[in-house]
């Protein structure tokens, strides 16, 4: 297995399992530095200015368009780095915080509107009357303030979105090829010699994981997250399954060593991965069978406040720590998200409200 210098920068601590904001990935090869998701944030981009001080930048990739993956693309490298997207990033770029301000706007609009506000801090008995009475403040102010709301808090934990616009490229359709990655084939990006990027969508629709062939390491973003999707503008739960088993299959016929993830520390040894992935599948299916059961029997008609109440009322160990820490008290686990995520795909036709 090539030695990549691989570095880790992480905001996780000894208390915590999983970082508030992105890992950032950085790895050589052929002389080369690439770097895995740069992040946001003042912290991070002090440590990595100062790493490529050292050790210059010759690619930036992108796993996703989510903030905290990618804020600080602009100011790390020279004005020449390219940073990689997957095409369906290409209409986000100029409206990144939409990442906070498009996703709080379509909750606002499609889930249980008095819930949600309640959940963010909104709970004035007459303020949410008045909200349900009055059109203009529930389709005009509403909505005007909710986005202010959004882009300052957005503004408060992420920081400052460096795009890097100028530098940016993308993973277009046309490109991608069938590539033999050692017996088995995948439709792939060949980014360099010994670098592939496939699609992974689901927690996002431009979402994509990197596989170093020399190194046996999958860096796939945040597609193994738990709940996933998070993003109810471009998220989808049935990609999100086709996904993770894509990575299973993955680790399994290539023999991967390692694989890195967003908000969680890499995991070493093959059958190691096997058994991680595997228990992702298995949650998220678990999670998936509850709840399209529940939604089959007693769903028709329902409106999605009284389904959501009756979902986390569901007598089941995950369901019940899904939800308690679910948005806000997690920017990672939406399970109201989820919900509207299943009811779409299912095609299941609620009630009002």
């Known amino acids: 297995m090539d030695n990549i210098d691989l570095h880790v920068f992480s905001d996780r601590t000894a208390n915590s399992a999983i970082s508030t904001f992105s890992n950032t990935y950085s790895f050589s090869l052929d002389g080369r530095l690439y770097i895995i998701d740069t992040a946001c944030g003042k912290k991070r981009l002090r440590e990595l200015r100062a790493f490529t001080a050292e050790h210059p930048c010759s690619m930036i990739l992108c796993t996703h368009y989510h903030n905290d993956h990618i804020a600080n693309n602009g100011r790390v490298g020279s004005s020449s780095t390219p940073i990689l997207y997957h095409y369906n990033a290409r209409p986000k770029v100029p409206w990144l915080r939409t990442n906070s301000t498009g996703q709080v706007l379509m909750m606002y609009r499609s889930l249980d509107r008095e819930g949600f506000l309640r959940s ?79 699609e992974t969508p689901g927690h996002s629709d431009c979402h994509v994981a ?100 009756a979902i986390k009322k569901i007598d089941d160990d995950m369901i019940r720590k899904l939800a308690k820490i679910t948005f806000p008290r997690s920017t990672l686990v939406f399970l109201d998200v989820y919900l509207l995520k299943m009811i779409e795909e299912t095609g299941l036709k609620s009630g009002e409200g």
């Open 210 to 309: 990197y596989y170093l062939s020399g190194s046996s390491t999958l860096f796939c973003g945040d597609a193994l997250n738990f709940l996933n999707p998070n993003d109810i503008q471009f998220g989808s739960i049935g990609d999100v399954l086709i996904s993770q088993k894509l990575i299973l299959e993955l680790v399994k016929k290539l023999k991967i060593e390692r694989i890195c993830m967003g908000h969680y520390e890499p995991v070493d040894g093959n059958s190691a991965i096997i058994d991680y992935t595997n228990d992702i599948i298995r949650r998220h299916e678990h999670i998936y069978r509850l709840v399209s059961e529940y939604l089959l029997k007693n769903g028709q008609g329902k409106t999605f406040s009284e389904l959501y109440s």
């Open 120 to 198: 963010i801090g909104f709970s004035g008995k007459f303020f949410l009357r008045a909200v349900e009475k009055y059109r203009v403040l529930s389709d005009y102010i509403m909505p005007g303030l909710l986005f202010l709301t959004a882009w300052f808090q957005s503004l408060k934990m992420i920081g400052r979105i460096y795009t890097g616009r100028n530098r940016i490229s993308y993973l277009e359709p046309g490109d991608k090829k069938n590539y033999d990655l050692g017996g088995f084939s995948v439709p792939a990006w060949k980014i360099s010699e010994g670098i592939y990027a496939l």
